[in-house]
């Protein structure tokens, strides 16, 4: 596996690394396992939903709950699994993959027009993955209007007092009042696509003085981030930051680290704001900074090697595609290289060690990872977003020209109107 240095001793700024990374029949061969896991799971789940992580590498339906039945389009992960065949549609050009993945888009149409399990704002992950890559590269015109009313109803969560954007939870609810949390930075894409799709400044807007207040606040003074933080709903003062999924609420949970260097990038590349280029940077290099001999974190940075802490690969999938995603938009060459570098040699220990020895042995992607460790929740298991993430890794890597669903300059065509990766 590769070695990650986390630091260039001229620059302790800038990260960087020992391996260049997997080469093209490595890289080949993790695509066709991937891919044959998703034609294998499209066909088994057909038009229901697995749930968030597996249970022994296998994923059972997501569970009924008294609102919604056995396989139901809710909670905040569903949107991974067509977001995986559509990169599976990118990459092979399946057609049943496609019809699958518009099938979902039409599902996802319904939830948001009826209403169903919207009290979050992960709609941005929810409806960017699913509606707005089927309008994208399929020109599905329900899927578009479903994307737009996502984003209207995610701006119904904008707290103008603290200039937020609330995480989760019925807003009636004063302890969900005043709070967001890092992971919000991957929600922000949605809102931006808005504006650019209806020429309506307001989401726009609304995402700029959010990433404010996440960098702000959120980020901290020694480069960690916050999982979450408050403010007072009335006055929108700052209070406090905390965890929900971390070691405790002054350690740095992995997975909100990874989402700091993926989010602030992806805020860079659409407003061009300098200083999201530096805390995309500085997240980049804390996580690099505390990452194990093997380059995947554990899931909490507050733990190194000797520690029989579970490892999260979910976080390593994302860091990859943040790294990659910061080397694409960063503006000095010698670091493009190494945040390049250090997303390939992510990539690499996760295809070496992180993924099933054969497709069949896990209906998984990629194993070891943590949904959340303080409530014994989907630890050292697969997880959609881990796979979600793993396989648009490979993406980056191995389709030409690939353009991201994150960056809302994308068509309806499939091209993009500013520079791609």
Not at 131 to 142: F, S
Not at 211 to 217: K, L
Not at 278 to 292: K, M, N, S, V
Not at 351 to 380: E, F
């Amino acid at each position: 596996m590769p070695t990650i240095d986390v630091r260039d001793p001229a620059d302790p700024a800038e990260p960087a690394v020992s391996s260049a990374g997997p080469g093209d029949e490595t890289l080949a061969a993790a695509v066709d396992a991937a891919v044959k896991t998703v034609r294998r799971n499209a066909a088994a789940f057909g038009a229901l939903y697995p749930d968030s992580t597996t249970r022994d590498d296998r994923y059972p339906l997501r569970p009924a709950t008294a609102e919604f039945a056995e396989g139901a389009n809710r909670d905040w992960t569903t949107s991974f699994w067509p977001g995986m065949q559509w990169l599976s549609v990118e990459l092979t050009g399946d057609a049943e993959l496609r019809a699958a993945a518009l099938a979902h888009a039409a599902d996802f149409a319904r939830r948001v027009h009826a209403g169903e399990d919207l009290d979050t704002h992960d709609l941005g992950f929810l409806y960017t993955l699913s509606c707005v890559n089927a309008w994208r590269l399929a020109g599905d015109e329900p899927a578009r209007d479903a994307a737009l009313a996502a984003a209207d109803h995610l701006m119904t969560r904008f707290l103008p007092s603290a200039g937020i954007i609330q995480a989760w939870g019925d807003l009636s609810d004063p302890a969900q009042r005043g709070r967001t949390i890092v992971d919000s930075l991957m929600n922000m894409p949605l809102l931006t696509w808005a504006t650019e799709t209806t020429g309506d400044p307001r989401y726009a807007d609304v995402v700029a003085r959010h990433v404010v207040q996440v960098r702000t606040h959120l980020l901290r003074d020694d480069d960690s981030t916050f999982h979450t933080f408050y403010w007072d709903p009335e006055s929108g003062e700052p209070l406090r930051g905390g965890t929900e999924q971390g070691a405790g609420d002054e350690s740095c949970w992995a997975r909100g680290q990874a989402w700091g260097i993926y989010g602030f990038a992806l805020h860079h590349r659409t407003s061009g704001d300098p200083e999201s280029l530096r805390a995309a940077e500085r997240c980049a290099g804390y996580l690099l900074d505390h990452l194990p001999a093997d380059g995947v974190p554990f899931w909490d940075l507050v733990y190194t090697d000797g520690s029989d802490a579970p490892r999260d690969s979910s976080a390593g999938a994302i860091a990859a595609c943040g790294l990659l995603e910061l080397a694409s938009v960063s503006s000095d060459a010698a670091r493009a290289a190494r945040y390049e570098a250090a997303g390939r040699a992510m990539l690499d220990a996760l295809v070496t060690g992180y993924t099933p020895a054969d497709a069949a042995d896990s209906d998984a992607l990629l194993l070891h990872a943590v949904y959340d460790a303080p409530k014994g929740k989907g630890v050292d298991e697969g997880c959609l977003w881990g796979d979600y993430y793993y396989l648009e890794a490979l993406t980056r890597l191995t389709l030409p020209g690939w353009v991201s669903p994150w960056w809302p300059t994308t068509t309806a065509d499939g091209g993009t109107d500013g520079e791609s990766a």
